[in-house]
């Protein structure tokens, strides 16, 4: 075969190449391209949908913009005790957080790097823990709740929030510790660190990619949590964001408007940190998957 021969070979194969990458990128193009405008839309639509009448919502026309931007919505969001239910959301996420991130940090710890006859079986709870609808404990909880007089508080709220991110706090962070080698532990071990110090200065310390993921998919889902925060608290200073919703909502009357711009102004603050700090999440759970 001569140089000619070879030549063209190479060039038809990389044309080929070429088109094959061409109508894979145009695929993926197309289908990231889907995946934005349903992702983003709907902030979008709810955006939109703020600065609106109630006549101009009730007509039907979802897709149209407003006629005159209604920016009285927002000022009838904030005067709705948004602040208020601001402050207990930001109260009972923040204890809920550090709750999670110390209880499971030290699960996951003990789990992951102990050897014990019932790591595996506590590890197994945990997992069977991820698989429990939290719809099915509100009847449970109320009763207990009920009996031990927290009804109606935020710790009715904190404790079965932390019981269910626990499971897969524990799971993030039990994948990415496995992966910590050992000989660091014996380096401080013959040092003379306790277990304590070397949990507190070394392994922490080295899993923050995962603990940061653990502190936004905690926050996040705290945040927009509805169903317990309608269960178990009915006092009016005491009410999350998500349940301050209702209180737009009359026997005889619904401002829309002002419940488009109480979401937008809800859904803020998860938007700006879910932005801030996404590449945290990512790094956190390929650490977690790749490495344990």
Request: contains cysteine; positive net charge; aromatic residues 14%.
């Amino acid at each position: 075969m001569n140089t000619s021969t070879v030549v063209t070979l190479n060039k038809r194969t990389a044309t080929a190449r070429r088109g094959r990458f061409s109508i894979a990128k145009i695929i993926a193009i197309l289908f990231l391209s889907i995946l934005v405008v349903t992702q983003v839309y709907p902030l979008l639509w709810l955006f939109l949908y703020s600065f609106k009448t109630n006549e101009e919502i009730l007509s039907g026309s979802f897709f149209a913009l407003p006629h005159s931007p209604q920016w009285s919505n927002y000022s009838a969001a904030l005067e709705g005790n948004y602040f208020q239910y601001l402050l207990n959301s930001l109260f009972v996420t923040s204890i809920t957080m550090v709750t999670v991130i110390l209880l499971s940090s030290l699960c996951a710890y003990a789990i992951s790097r102990f050897r014990w006859r019932y790591g595996q079986v506590v590890m197994l709870l945990f997992l069977v823990g991820m698989m429990i609808p939290m719809q099915a404990t509100l009847l449970p909880l109320m009763i207990i709740f009920k009996n031990m007089h927290i009804l109606n508080t935020h710790l009715s709220l904190i404790l079965p929030y932390v019981a269910f991110q626990m499971p897969i706090a524990v799971f993030i962070l039990s994948g990415f510790m496995k992966s910590i080698p050992h000989e660091i532990e014996e380096s401080a071990v013959i040092d003379g660190a306790s277990i304590w110090r070397i949990f507190r200065s070394i392994i922490l310390p080295v899993s923050v990619p995962p603990v940061m993921t653990v502190c936004i998919l905690t926050f996040i889902n705290i945040w927009n949590e509805y169903i317990l925060a309608a269960t178990f608290i009915s006092s009016e200073k005491l009410k999350t964001l998500p349940f301050g919703v209702n209180s737009f909502v009359s026997q005889y009357s619904v401002n829309y408007g002002a419940i488009g711009a109480y979401l937008v102004l809800g859904a803020l603050p998860v938007i700006i940190i879910y932005f801030l700090l996404s590449d945290k999440i990512t790094q956190g759970m390929v650490a977690g998957a790749v490495k344990g």
